[in-house]
């Protein structure tokens, strides 16, 4: 096998991992140095490619690699942007083997979620229609932990233990209060239409954990008048209630509770704003006051709070994309398989890009409790492992000391490109 460079861009919204994945496949691809030559990032994802802006990762030094490991955001830049198919918009793939040619690149490592697997599958595809020989391996990536064929992702089991320490936090703060103020706090969380993240808030609740939690899921259809009623029947025998509501949860007629009327880059609606409508639908028809929090950047950001089994993950997806490209495989995922749940182990499989690629996987019925407001101890069983251990950051003054990378760019060599 002649030595071709390769390509790794993230994208979609960043995690607190993701960088522990980029680290997995920059080391990785350099023990193969017979067969991977030089590492290039994409700067801002796919669109790094398309425009040629490539980071030399060859130019950071070993210790910011490695430093990677430990700092969130994503690296290199990310983006949103989902290229269509072939058919529709062959310029944009005329122009990827160009830069990909010009730059002698023929590994594709795309690591994100479901809009990114379905970008990886069709630049897997053009070695076929385009005649340029290239291997796309996608690295899972998401927050919302809804991707096909591996028991979780990356990003995940960071996010469930940041919201399922803040509900408990955020719990104990409101108790103290409830018999002289606030009787209600309402935290939204990501999950557009998977509630993994919402179920995560459950946890806040155990055998020494009295705490009533309350969970909004995007599965289930709002119903209003039994939501209130639950609430109003917490607060008389807790004193107080914490709800948490995923940005994806919907009337019946399918709107969301927090429908902005815009969409992004990817064509989704925009959502935010869940959080206030439940509070004041509170405030409204019980009279009790309220606070309530957006969790937003904050959960998928906190590196200082990310999961052990979270980093190790991210960085062995990371890792095995890399052994999987040097193997001669061409679009996969590699995936993580749960052996057991107690002592919790796990390997890593492999599932093909056609089987997941645009494929959602929502919370299983038998996770959510029978009443619809809560999770089964079978979901417990789930989420647990995925929240164990700690992974704290280096801290220089008393805050993180994570990584800014020096981002060299190639020299170009093709003409500019603009881009639609």
């Known amino acids: 096998m002649s030595v071709k460079n390769a390509f790794y861009a993230q994208s979609g919204g960043v995690t607190s991992v993701i960088n522990a994945s980029a680290c997995g496949v920059i080391q990785t691809a350099k023990k ?82 479901g809009d990114s697997a379905d970008t990886c599958l069709k630049v897997s595809q053009l070695s076929e229609k385009m005649g340029y020989p290239i291997q796309a ?17 990356p ?52 055998e020494d954990n009295d705490i009533p939690v309350i969970v909004l899921f995007p599965e289930i259809e709002f119903n209003q008048e039994k939501f209130l009623a639950l609430v109003d029947s917490k607060v008389k025998s807790h004193g107080y209630c914490s709800i948490v509501v ?29 959080a206030p409508v439940v509070a004041n639908m509170i405030k409204e028809a019980l009279g009790y006051k309220f606070h309530w929090a957006v969790a937003d950047y904050l959960q998928r950001a906190a590196r200082h709070l990310a999961s052990q089994s979270d980093v190790e993950q991210a960085y062995a997806l990371g890792e095995a994309a890399v052994e999987m490209a040097v193997a001669g495989k061409n679009s996969v995922m590699p995936a993580i398989i749960r052996t057991s749940n107690n002592p919790y182990k796990w390997e890593i499989g492999s599932g093909n890009l056609a089987d997941i690629a645009n ?14 407001f809560g999770i089964t101890a079978a979901c417990r069983e789930y989420l647990l492992p995925l929240i164990e251990g700690e992974s704290y950051p280096p801290y220089k003054n008393g805050m993180p000391n994570y990584v800014t990378l020096k981002k060299e760019l190639v020299e170009k060599k093709l003409s500019e490109f603009k881009m639609k």
């Open 32 to 113: 193969h140095s017979d067969k991977i030559g030089t590492v290039y990032a994409g700067k801002n994802g796919i669109i790094g490619a398309l425009t040629e802006n490539l980071i030399d990762t060859s130019k950071e030094s070993d210790e910011d690699i490695a430093g990677l490991l430990h700092t969130p955001s994503g690296a290199f830049g990310s983006c949103r942007y989902k290229m269509k198919s072939l058919e529709e918009n062959k310029v944009e793939y005329d122009r990827l083997i160009e830069v990909f040619k010009a730059h002698n690149i023929g590994y594709f490592f795309y690591n994100g979620g």
């Open 137 to 153: 391996i996608h690295v899972p990536k998401t927050v919302d932990n809804d991707l096909p064929v591996t028991d979780n992702c």
């Open 155 to 206: 990003g995940f089991g960071s996010v469930a233990k940041y919201i399922a320490v803040s509900t408990r936090e955020a719990s104990y703060d409101v108790a103290s209060m409830a018999e002289t103020s606030t009787k209600v706090f309402v935290l939204e969380v990501m999950g557009r239409h998977a509630g993994w993240i919402a179920a995560a808030g459950a946890l806040a609740a155990d």
């Open 246 to 274: 995923s940005e994806g949860t919907a009337w019946p007629d399918g709107r969301f509770l927090a429908e902005q009327g815009t969409r992004d880059d990817f064509g989704h609606a925009q959502l935010g704003g869940a």
């Open 359 to 372: 494929v959602e996987k929502m919370m299983p019925m038998d996770y959510i409790s029978e009443d619809g």
